[in-house]
């Protein structure tokens, strides 16, 4: 086994807080560690999850999705969210603050913006 492990994804955000709020109450997970520019937040105790950071970056730029000029900062990355009931987790994601795209490419998946401009996805397995 190896003697490393991914502890946590980290995003960049011109406001931790703010963003790690978000997160907190879209995913139900805790705060786990609070510092002026930088949050972690996970899932409650016996729950399994990836931990997710927050780091406050004064020079941050939104990603672009979909690609549209070169030059411009692209997507990096995004998360992939699974949920149950995708009509009505996306809309309590915009209730909470993500502002969904206008691009939406598959019918069992909603892109999403957070409120820093981050691409994220909810997702549903469909019924056969």
Known sequence: MSP????????????AHELAGF????????????????VLIGPP??????ALSFQTEPEYVPPVWPTRNPGEQQMMLHLDIEVDDLEAETARAV?????????????????????????????????E
């Not at 105790?45 to 990836?50: K, Q, R, S, V, Y």
């Not at 691009?103 to 549903?124: E, I, K, N, T, Y």
């Open 23 to 38: 997160y907190q109450r879209l995913l139900g997970y805790e705060v786990r560690a609070d510092e002026p520019d930088w």
């Open 45 to 50: 105790p016996g729950i399994a999850g990836t």
């Open 95 to 127: 209730a909470e603050g993500a502002r969904l795209a206008a691009h939406q490419p598959q019918d069992d998946v909603r892109v999403l913006f957070d409120p820093s401009g981050h691409p994220f996805c909810l997702w549903a397995e469909q019924s």
């Open 4 to 15: 490393t492990r991914l502890s946590t994804v980290v995003l960049d955000t011109r406001d």
